[in-house]
């Protein structure tokens, strides 16, 4: 999981997942990360600098895992690398739609650069925490499947 921006409310979910499932869930950030007592929760701090951690998190993903980011070019090579990536808020990133996500990506921080306001994000809701536990319910039934 890239922890650097992930909601405290979805590293619960993730939390609850590991041990009731029994799978490992790695947080990856550049900052101390406080997680609970658990033989499948861990964290890895990994020095400051630019892409280090998403560096680390495609380094470390094998075909088939799971790997939490709100990052489009993070999501966009772990994609590549046979893994499924999803948004903090439930969205599903697919090789059908991260090529979407991407230009869409760039066009907003051209915007930017020319001083456009494009605005932040939305809060986050408990709507988007439960769009991402169903989503994180479909990979644990299949990964449960692929045991």
Request: glycine residues 6%; charged residues 25%.
């Amino acid at each position: 999981m890239d922890a650097d921006a992930c909601p405290t409310a979805i590293k619960e979910v993730l939390f609850r997942a590991a041990e009731r499932e029994q799978v490992q869930v790695t947080l990856v950030a550049n900052q101390y990360l406080r997680t609970p007592p658990s033989r499948f929760v861990r964290a890895i701090q990994v020095p400051g600098g630019f892409d280090v951690a998403d560096n680390e998190i495609v380094e470390r993903v094998a075909a088939g895992d799971l790997v939490v980011t709100q990052d489009i070019p993070l999501a966009a090579a772990v994609i590549a690398k046979g893994a499924l990536a999803v948004h903090p808020r439930g969205e599903l990133y697919t090789p059908d739609t991260i090529a979407q996500r991407l230009s869409m990506r760039n066009f907003m921080d051209e915007l930017r650069g020319a001083g456009v306001d494009t605005g932040g994000p939305a809060a986050f809701h408990p709507r988007d925490k439960q769009a991402f536990a169903n989503q994180l319910d479909r990979w644990l039934v299949k990964f449960r499947q692929s045991r």
